[in-house]
């Protein structure tokens, strides 16, 4: 995704540069410069706002039901969580999470 095309996705759906930079982790003085084009966002920055947008586009066309979606401020605090466990992924973090909830009460 280019920067235009993030920010007018933003715009588009209603979310702040804060709510977007809870996102990836960052300030949203880095979703301005990003969107400006004065900042190159990084591959993993690329990958948590493709899911993102994914996710939000998913929920708004309301195509499958057995996907999970998160607030932006919900996404910071699983991307913390998973960070202290030791998980850098926060995908990948949920998923063990419920893999070990299954195991534990199926």
Not at 7 to 34: C, H, L, M, Y
Not at 90 to 100: A, D, F, H, L
């Amino acid at each position: 995704m280019n920067p235009i095309q993030l920010k007018s996705w933003r715009k588009k759906n209603g979310f702040t540069q804060s709510e977007v930079a809870d996102v990836i982790g960052q300030t949203p003085v880095v979703i301005s410069k990003i969107e400006r084009g004065t900042r190159k966002i990084s591959p993993a920055e690329e990958k948590l706002l493709e899911n993102f947008i994914k996710s939000i586009d998913a929920t708004s066309q309301n195509k499958n039901a057995f996907e999970l979606y998160f607030t932006p401020n919900e996404w910071s605090q699983i991307t913390k969580l998973a960070v202290s466990d030791g998980i850098p992924e926060p995908v990948k973090w949920i998923v063990s999470k419920i893999k070990n909830y299954i195991a534990m009460h199926g």
